[in-house]
């Protein structure tokens, strides 16, 4: 079956400018975690939506970060004014209701220059 | 507050050889702990989980993995490695509240030489 997809795959931006990533989960999969990987910092947790609301957004490094989930499913993270630091990889990944584990998307490679 | 250790940042073996990726975990209460791979340029791969029951776990690409309670471990093992099985490892645990968001290591590259 179809797994969790995530566009663009690569994005290149300037400076300053605003990002919009794209996460697809698994159809059916209530919760939906966006993880940002980066070499500095390891994996680290951004924001968990529990169907369209976000319970836990501790993980959001700075008001600059945004992310919606609509209908219960796709979800986008949204980066203003993009600074340096924000270049990683960021993953999303969805999970069923339970206990089941995390299943993760490709992830987008975001380079600010 | 939950979180794991892998202490190895690589961990090299030749083909053929058994192979330990090691984890260590803290937690308050009952843990849940979840090995991933990640092969280049791809997403995170679940490979197995401890939730409750059996101690040794078996998991995808005969993978396993041994929980022990009292050194607080969970390291990863398979018998008989591949070259193929060269990527990155990561041990998780759940936290322990009802978002259930994953706390992961740093990551051990595993190496495996022909």
Not at chain 1, 17 to 43: M, N
Not at chain 2, 25 to 34: D, H, K, Q, T
Not at chain 2, 63 to 75: I, L
């Amino acid at each position: 079956g179809a797994g969790v997809s995530q566009s663009p795959s690569n994005k290149v931006t300037e400076k300053g400018k605003d990002v919009e990533l794209r996460c697809d989960p698994i159809s059916g999969h209530t919760a939906l975690y966006w993880y940002r990987q980066s070499l500095g910092q390891g994996l680290e947790f951004l924001i968990y939506f529990q169907g369209n609301s976000a319970p836990d957004k501790s993980g959001l490094p700075s008001d600059r970060f945004s992310a919606e989930r609509t209908g219960g499913s796709v979800s986008t993270l949204t980066i203003q004014r993009t600074q340096q630091e924000d270049s990683a990889v960021y993953l999303c990944a969805s999970r069923r209701q339970g206990l089941g584990e995390q299943y993760f998307g490709p992830g987008t490679r975001l380079t600010v220059t | 507050a939950q979180s794991v250790a892998q202490p190895e940042d690589q961990v090299n073996v030749a083909e053929g050889n058994p192979l330990t990726v090691k984890c260590t975990y803290s937690v308050s209460g009952n843990p849940y702990l979840f090995w991933y791979v990640q092969y280049p340029n791809r997403g995170l791969q679940f490979l197995l989980k401890y939730i409750t029951g059996d101690n040794l776990v078996k998991g995808s690409y005969g993978f396993e993995a041994e929980f022990n309670k009292s050194q607080t471990s969970f390291h990863l093992k398979k018998p008989s490695a591949l070259v193929s099985d060269s990527a990155l490892y990561f041990c998780a645990v759940r936290v322990n509240t009802g978002f259930q968001k994953l706390v992961f290591g740093t990551g051990t590259r595993l190496l495996v030489s022909p």
